[in-house]
């Protein structure tokens, strides 16, 4: 297992996220994949559903506000880049359990 590969700035920070939507159960951190955090996400992968829950779990896991959270890029794929404002690298490891 690789550790999370997380870009900080002056604003927070910046790493990509692996998601597997329409998981059985609840929203969850699985660990990490080649440098990526892996979430399964409850919701599935239509109209935005499966991004909605991604944004709204990792706001409520890192104690930020809902609109701190936002996909950079790959709003359609499962691969995205994810920004996170008012955090910092070592917080965001420690808060979601990973190695950075």
């Not at 660990?31 to 409520?60: I, R, S, T, Y």
């Not at 104690?63 to 950079?72: D, E, F, H, P």
């Amino acid at each position: 297992m690789t550790n999370l590969t997380i870009q900080e700035n002056d604003e927070g920070v910046v790493f990509t996220a692996k998601i597997v939507p329409g998981s059985s159960g609840s929203t969850r951190v699985c660990g990490l994949l080649d440098g990526m955090l892996k979430v399964k996400v409850a919701a599935p992968p239509e109209k935005g559903k499966a991004n909605q829950c991604l944004l709204k779990f990792l706001a409520k896991e890192l104690g930020v506000k809902k609109n701190a959270v936002s996909i950079l890029s790959g709003k359609t794929n499962p691969v995205k880049r994810v920004k996170i404002v008012g955090i910092t690298a070592k917080t965001l490891s420690k808060k979601l359990n990973i190695k950075e």
